[in-house]
């Protein structure tokens, strides 16, 4: 007879510490995927939702790289469950990436003449001093600025 499988997830340890800060950024995602578009730009309708997920991420990059809060167990727990982005904060921990908003901003294939995004200069080298990143809203993630 085969074995029955459940659905069951182990928590790890510490789990309940930082439930209730997940369970708050995941009812900020579902209402900014539920929020209306009516009158946004199309690449407007994803900025919220872009902004959620870096929060997430960070919450949980922060709490086991800077505060050191979390077993490797629990911080391998919350990449494997999808509460963070796992690319986006291995370009964290390199030199130059250390405010990276999102990881469109730095693929070529998405920009004109194959650079990077705007939000990734410096702000004292733009000429405009407000500038919005068209994939994801962001103002500047340069980590000179």
């Not at 902004?51 to 494997?80: A, G, T």
Request: proline share 4%.
């Amino acid at each position: 007879m085969p074995k029955i499988k459940t659905n069951r997830i182990k928590y790890p340890e510490g789990w309940e510490l930082i439930e209730p800060t997940l369970r708050e950024l995941d009812a900020k995602m579902r209402d900014a995927e539920m929020d209306t578009h009516d009158g946004k730009r199309k690449c407007e309708t994803l900025w919220p939702i872009f902004k959620v997920s870096h929060q997430r991420s960070r919450y949980v990059y922060d709490l086991y790289y800077r505060r050191e809060e979390i077993s490797k167990e629990l911080y391998e727990f919350c990449l494997d469950q999808g509460y963070a982005d796992r690319s986006l904060i291995a370009k964290w921990k390199k030199s130059g990436y250390e405010r990276l908003c999102c990881l469109r901003c730095i693929q070529p294939r998405d920009h004109n003449y194959g650079t990077t995004c705007v939000c990734r200069v410096p702000k004292n080298l733009r000429e405009e001093k407000v500038v919005e990143c068209v994939h994801c809203g962001c103002q500047g993630c340069a980590s000179g600025d």
